[in-house]
């Protein structure tokens, strides 16, 4: 995608907020209208004029009918079009008339219904900040997914589905002297092992996105290996509105009753932090360890269990159908079972998973493994869409705790923002809303003589993986 269509902005080293297809921004006193101007002169790879009535066509269709008709629905807090009666929870609709203006060539103007100091944040690793030509999208139709068009690095040689795609670099690129590379390949392969073989017989340069610790040691000793810096720590939902978890010894019982560290140990090779927050290193308003939370207690848990009633149901724990997620879903069966509860686990793809939660308005479903942050707790799969009441993906149905979150997310301040996360953390934990696990993110393997940020330097994740600027890698294949 990023190399394809480019970015309006990146994140860059250090949390850096880059300018890529756009110039820069500004928020309203209020931090309620977000004012975005663009980068002028540039053209989509069709000859399509790049600017402001393109970038709205684009976030029309994104947060439009054809946008919800595809599972879209970014966390932008504009008004929107009435939902029809009859429809179901959760049900997005359009953006009303003057959400989004265009007040000049290069400059959209986004009019929010509350104050989101987080709004450019959000925009990382999502659908509205790729543009795509407006021409093209017409011509093509239901074929654009095959024959996309943007103004970024490279442009689309050839593209077969689940397989491979090929771009090549784009001559009439904004930035001077950039991309650096002539062409890329893109290839799809089935596992951590396909992939290790593969660059092992110089069939690939980069492998993006290892999460296999014996392979990522192995890596070490033929390739460079990049620990990219986390910012979605895995959480254990519970559904607080539903036995056993709507009580909160029940609640307790598990914190007492879940010991992270082997697991991390066993697992993951202890690479990564263990966490007590929905924040990770790379991300803002970190806060490893929180006051109040309650760690690992058998002794404790035996007790709770007892009090609780848990040792007389079957606790129903899911998970998406990952490794990584599986593993540790499996690991915390076993420590469970230990002090005498009885698991049930079950895991799904991400079409399954949202039917699992989504389910009798989302009171099937017991406890989950997932993760639950991103760079700014406000973007992406962050801390709202776990814990606050209005996500269909959240357990908590808790108005104090939805207040300091839009109180954090209100905020231009960020010690503001972030005295409000740490008070949200340390509310999490005081009402045993879920326990957090570790901050994952998995590794990038390259050759030596590729060099590029997120490759061979660090970067924070969006979510759980960073998005690479590809017009910023090299390869030199004699250093």
């Known amino acids: 995608m990023t190399a394809i269509y480019g970015q309006l902005f990146e994140l860059g080293?250090?949390?850096?907020?880059?300018?890529?297809?756009?110039?820069?921004?500004?928020?309203?006193?209020?931090a309620k209208t977000v004012t975005i101007t663009l980068r002028p002169g540039v053209k989509f790879t069709d000859g399509t004029p790049f600017n402001a009535q393109a970038v709205y066509y684009n976030w029309m269709r994104d947060l439009g009918k054809t946008g919800i008709s595809n599972g879209l629905n970014p966390p932008w807090l504009i008004k929107e079009l009435p939902v029809p009666k009859g429809s179901p929870p959760f049900t997005a609709e359009p953006p009303a008339p003057g959400a989004i203006d265009v007040t000049g060539p290069y400059t959209i103007v986004v009019h929010q219904t509350v104050p989101n100091a987080a709004f450019v944040d959000q925009l990382f690793d999502s659908i509205p900040n790729w543009i795509a030509s407006p021409t093209a999208l017409q011509k093509e139709g239901a074929s654009f997914g095959q024959n996309p068009v943007g103004a970024g690095p490279f442009q689309v040689v050839t593209n077969i589905p689940n397989s491979?795609?090929?771009?090549k670099k784009n001559p009439n690129y904004w930035q001077a002297g950039h991309?650096?590379?002539?062409a890329i390949t893109f290839k799809t392969v089935g596992s951590d092992e396909a992939a290790y073989e593969a660059m092992l017989a110089n069939q690939g340069q980069v492998y993006e996105d290892m999460s296999t610790t014996q392979l990522i040691n192995e890596s070490a000793a033929h390739f460079t290996v990049d620990n990219n810096l986390g910012t979605s720590p895995y959480d254990l939902q519970?559904?607080?509105?539903?036995?056993?978890?709507?009580?909160?010894k029940a609640r307790q019982a598990i914190y007492a009753a879940t010991n992270f560290q082997p697991i991390l140990q066993h697992l993951f090779g202890g690479r990564y932090p263990i966490t007590e927050s929905f924040t990770g290193p790379g991300g803002i308003c970190y806060e490893q360890y929180v006051?109040?939370?309650?760690?690992?207690d058998p002794t404790l848990a035996k007790q709770l269990i007892a009090q609780s009633g848990l040792n007389k149901v079957t606790i129903q724990l899911g998970t998406i159908a990952l490794s990584t997620a599986q593993d540790s879903m499996d690991a915390l069966r076993a420590e469970w079972e230990q002090l005498g509860l009885k698991v049930n686990i079950q895991s799904w793809p991400l079409s399954g998973l949202i039917a699992a939660f989504e389910a009798n308005h989302g009171m099937n479903w017991q406890a989950m493994v997932q993760t639950a942050g991103a760079y700014d707790p406000a973007g992406g799969v962050g801390?709202?869409?776990?814990?606050?009441?209005?996500?269909?993906?959240?357990?908590?149905?808790d108005p104090k705790l939805d207040a300091m979150l839009q109180n954090a997310q209100g905020s231009?301040?960020?010690?503001?923002?972030?005295k409000y996360y740490h008070q949200a953390a340390a509310y999490i934990a005081q009402k045993y809303y879920g326990p957090f696990y570790f901050t994952f993110s998995p590794a990038n393997i390259s050759v030596h003589g590729i060099a590029g940020p997120g490759l061979t330097t660090p970067l924070a994740s969006v979510a759980v993986v960073p998005t690479i600027p590809w017009e910023d890698v090299y390869y030199n294949p004699g250093s």
């Open 383 to 397: 801390v709202g869409f776990r814990f606050d009441s209005t996500s269909p993906f959240s357990g908590v149905h």
């Open 164 to 167: 491979e795609l090929i771009v």
């Open 412 to 418: 231009t301040d960020m010690a503001t923002r972030c």
């Open 291 to 296: 006051p109040g939370y309650q760690g690992y």
């Open 238 to 248: 519970l559904n607080t509105a539903v036995p056993p978890f709507k009580n909160p």
């Open 179 to 182: 991309p650096y590379l002539d």
């Open 13 to 30: 080293p250090n949390g850096t907020i880059i300018d890529d297809l756009a110039t820069g921004y500004t928020f309203s006193p209020d």
